[in-house]
């Protein structure tokens, strides 16, 4: 079992940053791909980034691609996505999951103001 702490997130104005933090239990979070995934109010749920294991290849939703960048710390148990040049379509709750959805996240909300 694999349980997923978040933490980050918050309000912020358009052009601004955030970083969201994703800390895992369990001895095999550097077996795991990790991903990030957000649902905007009123819409369905949808990719943003992705993170191979062990080798760490990234892959981006295009709406984020340049301004997001997802990396993990297999030493802490721990993947990030930093989320830069806000904009605020970003608006939504973010979630990270593990190993293609068989681990979620609760989830945290980001906001961002114009």
């Keep these: 079992q694999v349980q997923l702490v978040q933490?980050?997130?918050g309000l912020v104005q358009a052009g601004g940053s955030l970083r969201l933090s994703c800390a895992a239990s369990g001895r095999d979070f550097s077996n795991y791909t990790m991903a990030w995934?957000?649902?905007?109010?009123?819409k369905?749920?949808?990719?943003?980034?992705?993170?191979?294991?062990?080798?760490?290849?990234?892959?981006?939703?295009?709406s984020v691609k340049g301004r997001f960048t997802i990396s993990r710390d297999n030493a802490?148990?721990?993947?990030?996505?930093?989320?830069?040049?806000?904009?605020?379509?970003?608006?939504?709750?973010?979630?990270?999951?593990?190993?293609?959805?068989?681990y979620?996240?609760?989830?945290?909300?980001?906001?961002?103001s114009s």
């Design 37 to 42: 995934l957000r649902q905007a109010p009123g």
């Design 76 to 102: 802490k148990n721990t993947v990030y996505l930093q989320m830069n040049s806000l904009k605020p379509e970003d608006t939504a709750v973010y979630y990270c999951n593990a190993d293609f959805g068989a």
């Design 44 to 62: 369905e749920r949808e990719f943003v980034a992705r993170i191979t294991r062990p080798g760490g290849n990234t892959y981006y939703a295009d």
């Design 104 to 112: 979620w996240g609760k989830g945290t909300l980001v906001t961002v």
């Design 7 to 9: 933490s980050g997130g």
